[in-house]
């Protein structure tokens, strides 16, 4: 059975740093691609940052030079690192995963559960 966790999140104050992880465990997995989306209270869900197969990666505007996506792919692992958090940046933060399975050849996609990221002032 294939489980995708977050954890990291937290209350920082403005000016710090978190790193959030993304885990995903299950037989014959790999991570292909992997996404982070933030959403707000009373606001939509907005993607924050990407990194693709290939392990190019793009950021939203708001987030460019203070996150980094990266992933580790001997631990199916996936990360977004902040930076310089402001109280904007409070939201629930969500990893959108899509994974490569093996046994039989496919690709599906997985939400983690969202994890709080709170900056005071």
């Known amino acids: 059975q294939v489980q995708v966790v977050e954890s990291g999140g937290g209350l920082v104050q403005a000016g710090g740093s978190l790193r959030l992880s993304c885990a995903a465990s299950?037989?014959?997995?790999?991570?292909?691609?992997m996404r982070w989306y933030r959403q707000p209270p009373g606001k939509q869900r907005e993607l924050v940052a990407v990194?693709?197969?290939?392990?190019?990666?793009n950021y939203a505007d708001s987030v460019k030079g203070r996150f980094t996506i990266s992933r580790d792919n001997a631990k199916n692992t996936g990360y977004l690192q902040m930076g310089n958090l402001q109280p904007a940046d409070t939201s629930l933060y969500y990893c959108?995963?899509?994974?490569?399975?093996?046994?039989?050849?496919?690709?599906?996609?997985?939400w983690g559960q969202g994890t709080q990221v709170t900056v005071s002032s």
């Open positions: 959108h995963t899509a994974l490569d399975f093996t046994v039989p050849k496919r690709l599906r996609i997985y």
């Open positions: 299950g037989s014959g997995i790999s991570i292909n691609a």
């Open positions: 990194i693709t197969s290939g392990n190019s990666t």
